[in-house]
């Protein structure tokens, strides 16, 4: 506090750090991507190949910069007018549940699949067949559980995974290889940081009192999974730590690889503002507050639906081009560009009406109206093709090429068709398959569809609830006891919230909306004893 005691002002400094993962009995595992002479290397760097290593040390870089400072200005400029603005950051420590993938991986953990070639025969039966896996050794032909404990392996021991899958292959019908897949860890992997910062002002108008704020965050170094391997199918060109043979079948390496990295980023925007009032004279008390705001991220989960999904309304958090990620950067599938909440508290005097009286003050006073409303624009949704366009792999994940407007209405005489041409609403859209230079097994292209560029319907809620407070008798001058009776109306006036059409163009039912968002109306009454 300075000055005339006007100016109020606070500094924070707060910081945080966390240790990097460890398991007890060295049950760690990653594939290390390294180049020709043994060196981590980018996952995009063509001559590049895969290591897998056990018992990791370390499994990624000690982050160390978990600082965390937070400031605050407050200056009251009249009495009834005081401008404020703030900043901070925040730090996110490790999420074990989320962000790890190093340990319960392989080859702790395998997921055997029998598969066979065209033709080999499949033997059925009805009992459980125990199943050995392969014994695991080195690339110089050591057993890696030499003595049968996972404590004596030495750190960062090297698999040999091609010899693993050959002797899985052995015990299989057809001796098809599977490729193997799975996760891990990048090794430059840091914790991310929330900054957030705001300013504005308050100010009263009699008895209203209104402020207007500017708040914004922004993420930095989000976890997200990438994926260097492509996805399913993906061609030989793309997966390039698969092995494959003759007529492109697979005879070794690794499959589906995720990796949890820190390369993310997102930003916040919004205006916030809010008015309220309450007077005790005529016992009325409202507040609004209207939201202004755009969000903004190039994936909005870690891990979403899966891309091989085709009807319905899906929200897939790997990118369209796996290679590119931050090529899908647009608004977060959360972000709501208008919210408008309200509420409403109205004491009801019935005890001053004359015509009323003669029915007593217990039956007439305690009487209360309460309305709670939100009003909001819709969420966005991208619009998938629901075929493999492209090399990448993964049939559903690729966007498709807009060929038309479409008016998006719930307003028609069908309201679930969202589009508003039935079985035609494929014709807004093309997909880009069979185009000169197209890659894959459709040789097409990636679409030039944004993520997340359309927007869903409305959503409006308006709830209202009637409540009798009566006194059950006095104790010591004070109330010893209330009957609160509630009734209250949720969606009160039944309005229909629809939710997201189906986004897969060559999925069931394209762009039409076959859920609600939100409930019916609702009723429910209640008697509570407050004593």
Known sequence: MEGNAALYRDVWLRYEVSSRIEEAHHNTGDLRIVSPDGRLTTYWDHTAKGVYLINLHPPYQM???????????????????????????????????????????????????????????VPFQNSVTFFNL??????????????????????????????????????????????????????????????????????????????ANYVGTMGVKLSSLIYPNGYVGADPAVARFT????????????????????????????????VSKTSARYGLGFSANYTYSKSLDDTSSIYGANVTVQTGNVQLAAPQDPFNPGADKGPSTFDVTHILAFNVIQVLPFNRLDILRPLGNRVTSGWQLLNISTLTSGLPFSIYSGIQQTGYGSDGVDRADQAGTPVLSTSRTDREDYFGRGPDNTSYFAIPIGVPGGTGPNQGRLGSLGRDTFRGPAYQDIDVALIKDTILGHRAGAEAAALQFRAEFFNVFNLVNFGLPSNVVLGSGFGVINKTAGNSRQLQFSLKLLY
């Open 134 to 211: 392969p014994t695991l050794y080195t690339p110089s032909g050591q057993p890696v559980f030499a003595t049968g404990r996972t404590t004596d392996v030495p750190p960062n021991t090297a698999i040999d995974v091609q010899r693993f899958q050959d002797d899985l292959a052995a015990n299989t019908p057809g001796h098809q290889v599977p490729a193997v897949g799975t996760g891990g860890m990048t090794p430059n992997y840091r914790n991310g940081y929330i900054a957030t910062y705001s300013a504005g002002f308050d100010h009263t108008f009699g008895q209203v009192n209104f402020s």
């Open 243 to 274: 092995q494959f043979g003759a007529a492109d079948y697979v005879t070794g390496g690794y499959g589906l690889l995720g990796f949890m990295s820190s390369r993310s980023h997102s930003t916040f925007h919004s205006l916030q503002t809010s």
């Open 63 to 121: 982050d160390w910069g978990g600082f965390g400072p937070r400031t605050s200005l407050a200056w009251q400029a009249t009495d009834r007018t005081t401008l404020r603005a703030g900043g901070a950051i925040n730090t996110l420590l490790l999420n074990l549940y989320q962000d790890d993938d190093v340990t319960a991986s392989f080859p702790g953990i395998f997921v055997p699949w029998l598969s066979a070639l065209p033709g080999a025969p």
